[in-house]
Each structure stands twice: as structure tokens, then as C-alpha cells.
């Protein structure tokens, strides 16, 4: 299956190279090593701390070894990720102790919703950790380094988002810079909803939205460094409910339909939305955006009326299933995504039967699952009749085993037809480059390295068990006017 873009996935932000950000001081750089864990908010905190860090003289490394500062932004949704923090912070210590041997000092910081959770408790769990950061106080980075130079443990786990907020608008004002053609932008974070089994009300505090002209002018400056396709981020994005200059409230359909006037932002996509907050301006934004993509990540997390009662999600399944029709009948041929636990508590066969059935009935494009993890401080971790991890493993196992056959159809329905694909990055192979469908799908091909930030015409020739391998349509220039049809199929190429 899929790997999760929100779970468990492990990258080294590229940051600021001198190179690109003029206000890196001096000759006297030090390294700065950040490896993120988790969701896509992680990716984007992660590139801004080393933004923060880069007027500090912080470059960016891909090798610990070789860092003065390493953090691990770090991911508190289930168990795992937390205790994954800390087998790593055994092996920094390692790392440590070998630049000590070679007179070289290293600052360790863990950053992100292990931190707001755990806060002083890392330091005494891992005493090398030097600074522990909440997902709010990453503007603060430079002021609290300083105070671990001067000797101190540092914890800073306030919630002020406003003023992170403020310096994320502060950073627009600096000068534009290379981007590569994909990016992620925060446009609200936190979460009101409170469901039974998740900490991020706790960990990243009530819901707060960005202006509607912080986000514009980001995304303005995204766009003139070249990003075609912007991803809005939020813990529960399509909550978001942003102030314009006027006073007025917009919502995300209202964002959306701004953003899409900007010149050269081709693509967006906005992920993780609340089946409640799908509101009809949202829907409707599918129906009129050209730009905006064809994939949508719903989580519904169960199928059993009862179930979905106990995670406090305050819909049914059947609301949800006329919710789905509606979004289909606006866009035809979205893909749809969604989450999905089992073995919540007291979960019994027909319940999880209820989520197969609605699986099933749905039929996702992708999807991620996960087994219930009980997360101290949350309702869900003290109910009754909770279920054996062996329960858990089978079921995961069978409703992931229906994920992959819906995945391998969608997939394979695309073979033969005609999208655009932005092209991203280098492939593993010489002469290979990965871009991204319109439904989110990795796209294989042979072409030129320099058709990397360029979108393209191609045709689906092969289905891979996780991405799709294309062929250049010959003669098809940039296709960056996001008025062309996003669907066609073969011998349909204008
Ligand atoms: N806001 C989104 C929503 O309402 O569905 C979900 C965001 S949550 C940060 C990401 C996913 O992690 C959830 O959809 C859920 O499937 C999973 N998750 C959260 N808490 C979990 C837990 N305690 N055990 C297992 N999975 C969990
Ligand atoms: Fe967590 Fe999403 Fe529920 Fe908010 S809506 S509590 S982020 S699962």
C-alpha cells in the first residue's frame, strides 16, 4: 500500500543554501541538520525553522556527522512515532560523543509534537536533548540557541501562534527565492474538534486560521520563485476560516478561488479536511477550479454508526456517504482518499464489518489505516474494552488488503490516458524524472533533466504497484495554463 503522506515518513528538509538566501552572514557557517517526522505541517515547520536559522549562519546538511545543530521535528499521533524519537536520540548520542572525541560540539533540539507533549520530560529521558520546542516557538530558535550556548536547558513550549503566524508573514518580506515546483503551505493550524483518540487539540492547541493576505502574499512569493503547485495545510484544513482586509470571514472554498487567480500557480490541493467542515462553497470550488487538483483526502476513520459516535467525529456514515456524492457529482472524476483506524475501543467484528462495507462502497483511490494507538490524555486511551493487538493486526491486514485492490484499479484505470504531470525531481534511474497526476499519483519517465518544474502532457503507458510510468506526448509544450481539460483521453490531446 501507499505509504502515508502523513505518517511516519522521515525527510531531510532541502533548506536555504547561501547560495539562494542572501542574508546568510559571514564565511563562519555552521550545519544545521533537521530530519522530520510525520505529517506534511512537519515538512513545512521543518523548512521554516531552517528559514529562521539561515540569518543565523545555519546551512542545511544531509549528514548528521557532520551537523553543529541537529533537531528532530517530531510526530505524537500514534505511540511508535514517540518511541522512534527516542531510539534515535540514542544513536545522536553516539554521533555526539564522536565529534566531542574530535573537539567539535554539537546542540541537539527536539522540536514538534513530541516536544509540546513530553516537554521536560525529554531532556530527563534523553539528557543530550540541550533544547525541546513547541510547534508554536519556532520563530523563537535563534533566542533560545543563544541561551543553550550560554549553558542552559532550554523548554519552550508556550502557545502563541499568532506570533508564529506573524513572523510567517515577516518571512515574505525577504527576497525570493528559488523553490522547487512543489510546495506546502500552512494556512491554519490546531484543532476544535477534540475526536476521542487524538492529541492534536493538545499538542498544537486550538484552531487558528492565517489572514487571507498573509497566505495570498506567501503564495504570491511561492509563485515568483517558481512553485507551480501549492498544497494548503492544516490539521483540519477545511476548517479554516481566515480573515480578509475588509473584516470579512472567508473559508477555504472562498481561499481557494483567490489563490487560483495567481499568475502561475497551476495547481492546488489542500489536505487534512473534516468530512463536517466540506461545506458547499468547498465542494463547489472543485466543480469551477481547473487549477484546483482532482484528489481529495476525507478521513472517516470507521464505518459503524457507533464507532463513529464514540470518536466524537459527529457524523454518521450515512452523512458521510451522501456527503461523497455530492463531492462526485461536482467533480466526476476526483480521487478519493481518506483515513481509516480499527480496533478502536470496543470495536466489535460488525462494526469493523460496517467500515469494509463502506470501503466497499466508496471506493477509495488511496487510502491510510492505522491501528488504534491509546494516547495518554486523550479519552479514547482510558475506555473500556479495549482490543487485543492481535484483533487489531488482522483486521488492519484485511481492510488494507482492500485498499490495494481499489488502489490497483484506480491506478490501472488510468493506463492509456492523457494528464498533465509537473514534473519534480530527478528518478532513480539516469535520465528518469518523477512527477506528480493530477490524483496524486507518482509519474515515471524518460525525459530531460531541464523539463524538471515544467508541466506536461502525458500518456499512462504502465501500472506500478505505487506510481504510474508515462510516455511524453512529443510536441506538447508547457502546459501551464490550468484552463486545459486536467483528463483526457487518448487521441483526445489538444
Ligand atoms: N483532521 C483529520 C481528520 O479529522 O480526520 C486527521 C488528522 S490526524 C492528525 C491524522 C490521522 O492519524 C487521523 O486521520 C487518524 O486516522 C490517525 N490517528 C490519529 N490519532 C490516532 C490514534 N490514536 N491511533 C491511530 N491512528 C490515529
Ligand atoms: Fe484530530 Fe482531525 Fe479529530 Fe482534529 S478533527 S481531533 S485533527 S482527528
Redesign the pocket.
Known amino acids: 500500500m501507499t505509504s502515508r503522506p502523513e505518517a511516519e515518513q522521515e525527510t531531510t528538509p532541502s533548506a536555504v543554501s547561501p547560495a539562494q538566501d542572501q542574508t546568510v552572514k559571514g564565511t563562519n557557517t555552521r550545519k544545521v541538520f533537521v530530519r522530520t517526522y510525520g505529517c506534511q505541517m512537519n515538512v513545512y515547520d521543518s523548512e521554516r525553522m531552517t528559514d529562521v536559522l539561515a540569518p543565523e549562519g545555519f546551512e542545511a546538511t544531509d549528514d548528521m556527522e557532520d551537523a553543529d545543530l541537529v533537531i528532530l521535528n517530531t510526530c505524537h499521533i500514534r505511540e511508535k512515532a514517540a518511541e522512534k524519537v527516542y531510539s534515535e536520540l540514542g544513536r545522536i548520542r553516539k554521533v555526539k560523543q564522536e565529534r566531542a572525541r574530535h573537539g567539535k560540539d554539537m546542540m541537539v533540539g527536539v522540536a514538534g509534537c513530541v516536544a509540546q507533549a513530553e516537554g521536560e520530560e525529554i531532556s530527563r529521558r534523553a539528557p543530550i536533548v540541550d533544547l525541546v520546542v513547541g510547534p508554536q516557538s519556532y520563530h523563537q530558535l535563534p533566542g533560545l540557541l543563544s541561551k543553550v550556548r550560554n549553558g542552559n536547558k532550554v523548554v519552550e513550549t508556550e502557545f502563541d501562534i499568532d506570533a508564529k503566524f506573524d513572523h510567517l508573514s515577516a518571512r515574505a518580506e525577504r527576497p525570493v527565492m528559488k523553490r522547487p515546483p512543489a510546495a506546502f503551505l500552512t494556512v491554519q493550524e490546531g484543532?476544535d474538534?477534540?475526536?476521542t483518540?487524538?492529541v492534536?487539540?493538545y499538542t498544537r492547541g486550538a484552531e487558528v486560521s492565517r489572514s487571507v493576505e498573509q497566505i495570498v502574499a506567501e503564495a504570491e512569493r511561492m509563485a515568483a520563485g517558481g512553485v507551480r503547485e501549492v498544497t494548503l495545510l492544516g490539521?483540519?484544513v477545511n476548517a479554516y476560516h481566515g480573515e480578509a482586509k475588509d473584516g470579512s470571514i472567508w473559508g477555504l472554498g472562498r481561499l481557494l478561488r483567490r489563490l487560483a487567480d495567481i499568475d502561475g500557480l497551476d495547481r492546488l490541493r489542500y489536505t487534512?479536511s473534516?468530512p463536517r467542515d466540506m461545506d458547499d462553497d468547498l465542494i463547489l470550488a472543485h466543480r469551477d477550479l481547473k487549477s484546483l487538483m482532482p484528489y481529495l483526502h476525507l478521513?472517516v476513520q470507521s464505518g459503524s454508526d457507533k464507532i463513529l459516535k464514540s470518536m466524537n467525529r459527529r457524523h454518521t456514515r450515512d452523512e458521510y456517504f451522501r456527503l461523497i456524492d455530492r463531492i462526485r457529482e461536482a467533480a466526476p472524476d476526483i480521487a478519493l482518499s481518506g483515513d481509516f483506524i480499527v480496533g478502536f475501543p470496543d470495536e466489535t467484528d460488525q462494526d469493523f464489518a460496517d467500515t469494509m462495507d463502506l470501503i466497499r462502497r466508496v471506493e477509495y483511490g488511496s487510502a491510510f489505516s492505522f491501528k488504534y494507538s491509546q494516547r495518554p490524555g486523550t479519552p479514547g486511551a482510558t475506555m473500556d474494552n479495549q482490543v487485543p493487538e492481535d484483533v487489531k493486526s488482522a483486521r488492519l491486514a484485511e481492510l488494507q488488503a482492500l485498499i490495494s485492490g481499489q488502489q490497483k484499479a484506480f491506478n490501472a484505470s488510468r493506463r492509456g490516458m492523457v494528464c498533465d504531470v509537473l514534473l519534480e525531481k530527478k528518478g532513480r534511474n539516469p535520465g528518469q524524472i518523477v512527477g506528480k497526476s493530477p490524483w496524486l499519483q507518482p509519474v515515471q519517465l524518460d525525459a530531460a533533466e531541464d523539463l524538471i518544474g515544467s508541466i506536461q502532457a502525458v500518456e499512462i503507458v504502465e501500472i506500478g504497484s505505487n506510481s504510474l510510468f508515462g510516455q511524453l506526448i512529443a510536441g506538447q509544450d508547457d502546459h501551464a495554463n490550468p484552463g486545459l481539460p486536467r483528463l483526457r483521453s487518448k487521441g483526445d490531446v489538444i
Do not use: A, D, I, L
Open positions: 484543532c474538534k477534540f475526536c483518540f487524538c492534536v487539540p490539521q483540519n487534512t473534516h478521513p
